[in-house]
């Protein structure tokens, strides 16, 4: 069977947009041959519409959408997500849904049976699981038809599922020779070894081929990595389409040659995915130019580039708002940083604004001695012009804090964390320094010393970010095993770090929850990010 993979890149409730981007797949997989072309889960609405599902308008164009899908199709068939109705009571009115549409009609439908309700996943909320899920006639072949977590569950790959049943083995049992699945899986580090491994384990033990769609491109804080591929019977990889861009993988499930896909670095991959998040988080919220501050810091400087990257540099506006505390070679690593990239660069200084307001304060503020207070008067002050500046110019403002700051609460509400869209607030800072030397691999970009000076925010003499944090690998590794793994204060302890650190690091980090909970929303790069997957009551006492 000659399958076609449409690997697109989707938006949310763009029901013109998809269904230009479904038809394009479907015409240029009957130019190529195709016997079936298989579009990623949810195509027709975007992945994850969550609460536009409940606007019944919504659901009624994605079906007339699939109406018109099916009718313009011929002998080569189309698989493609959708949302369902569910009309048996009691139950939720929607499913999370496949069609197969050949010859002007839709030859058939199934429903999703395992419906996630971890981490960004909420889908138990809106849709109604299947009972069952039987194999489906197609040109004479059974095949079976999934929706991405329908995969997710071998008892022989997950040694604790999350799950009773495995509706891909459960199709392999009823008489499917070929699965298909079509998905919207959301990326972080790691994930592709993981599903590549799991799914060419999975068609291994079923001995049936099986092709994965992967949908692309990034939709609110989620980057979705495509990589869609197909294996043959004997869990050998017969092709895999492009990371991080719209692709169209043509396949033959009866070739018997397997292929080794290209490897790429994380740093790579983590560079493409934020950049392809980024460009697409303006792109689809209608802004097409970015501003953010430079500070002449790692953080701001991996920020501009990755802004760079995604927009062009016509298209990314960095500001300086030096304050007395601001070094000279602050202000000349942020001007080398704008002249590297190309972008336009301006220097606006605070201290007269910062003079003024102090003098405002002094009459309530007498007898009591300057302290964080003066120091988040000027990040509150560099928020206010920068706002001004997006405001002004229509450019969407970008915050450039990283995870390890945002863990600890080291940053200012209506300072340095105002902002449309938080790029890096995800990334360890371990990681922003890694990333930054892939960046310079080949080229110097960002200056030599913002990679190798103290972190310091600048907003007292001689301030560095070390006076009252332990160094980042120590930090880093305690936010890894609080935050994304979950362990206890005293497994930590036990694991080799001080405890007074442990203790006073974790107390850091469940203080600033209100304050994370205040954040712009940043790009989910790693397995458990702060943000929609983590969800945290702020009023508690444990």
């Known amino acids: 069977m000659k399958v076609a ?8 409730g763009d029901f013109a947009g998809n269904e230009a981007k479904l038809r394009g797949a479907y015409e240029r997989g009957v130019a190529v041959g195709a016997e079936l072309v298989v579009a990623p889960e949810l195509a027709t609405t975007g992945y994850p519409p969550r609460d536009l599902l409940w606007r019944p308008g919504f659901v009624r164009q994605n079906l007339g ?10 002998p080569t068939g189309l698989v493609v997500g959708y949302v369902g109705e569910n009309p048996i009571r009691p139950g939720r009115h929607l499913t999370n849904a496949v069609a197969l549409l050949q010859n002007g009609r839709v030859v058939a439908t199934r429903t999703k049976t395992l419906l996630p309700t971890y981490d960004v996943f909420d889908e138990d909320r809106y849709f109604e699981p299947a009972t069952e899920n039987l194999p489906v006639e197609f040109n004479g072949r059974r095949i079976g038809l999934t929706v991405c977590e329908d995969l997710w569950n071998d008892e022989d790959f997950w040694p604790d599922r999350r799950y ?3 509706p891909a083995v459960e199709l392999a049992a009823a008489g499917a020779t070929v699965l298909f699945n079509v998905s919207a899986s959301p990326w972080h580090l790691g994930k592709n070894r993981v599903r590549h491994a799991m799914l060419g384990s999975l068609a291994a033990k079923t001995c049936c081929p099986l092709v994965y769609a992967n949908l692309v491109g990034g939709n609110d804080e989620l980057i979705f990595d495509g990589a869609s591929v197909a294996f043959n019977a004997r869990g050998e990889l017969l092709g895999r389409a492009a990371l991080f861009a719209e692709d169209f993988l043509v396949v033959d499930l009866a070739a018997g040659a397997a292929v080794r896909p290209e490897p790429m670095a994380d740093e790579e991959k983590l560079y493409r995915g934020l950049v392809l998040g980024l460009r697409d988080y303006l792109a689809k919220c209608g802004f097409r130019a970015a501003l953010l501050g430079l500070s002449g810091g790692i953080d701001s400087a991996l920020t501009a580039c990755l802004a760079v990257a995604a927009l062009g540099p016509g298209n990314v506006h960095g500001v300086s708002l030096p304050s007395q505390f601001s070094s000279a070679g602050s202000l000349d690593d942020a001007r080398v940083l704008a002249e590297n990239l190309g972008i336009r660069y301006d220097v606006i ?4 604004g910062f003079e003024a307001v102090k003098a405002e304060l ?10 964080t207070t003066e120091e988040n008067l000027q990040a509150r002050l560099r928020g ?3 706002m001004a500046l997006s405001n002004k110019f229509g450019s969407l403002l970008l915050t450039t804090g990283n995870k390890s700051e945002l863990a600890v609460g080291y940053c200012t509400l209506y300072g340095d964390m105002c902002g449309g869209l938080a790029v890096i607030n995800d990334l360890p800072k371990q990681w922003v320094y890694r990333l930054s030397h892939w960046i310079n691999r080949a080229r110097v970009i960002i200056p030599p010393s ?11 003499p001689n301030q560095t970010d070390q006076d009252s944090l332990p160094p980042y690998d120590v930090l880093d590794a305690i936010l890894e095993a609080y935050v994304v793994e979950g362990r206890e204060v005293e497994e930590i302890v036990a694991a080799g770090h001080d405890a007074a650190t442990v203790r006073r690091i974790v107390r850091l980090i469940d203080a600033s929850e209100y304050k994370r909970r205040q954040a ?3 790009l989910k790069v790693t397995s458990k990010a702060f943000g929609v997957g983590r969800r945290i009551p702020i009023a508690r006492r444990f």
């Open 384 to 386: 206010v012009l920068l």
């Open 164 to 166: 009773r049943r495995n």
């Open 65 to 74: 959408l699939l109406e018109r899908l099916a009718a313009s199709t011929g």
């Open 450 to 460: 913002s990679l190798t000076k103290p972190p310091s925010a600048e907003l007292r």
């Open 349 to 352: 200084p605070i201290q007269r």
């Open 520 to 522: 712009a929303p940043g």
């Open 5 to 12: 993979l449409a690997q697109i890149n989707t938006t949310v």
């Open 362 to 371: 002094n009459g309530v503020f007498a007898g009591r001695p300057e302290d």
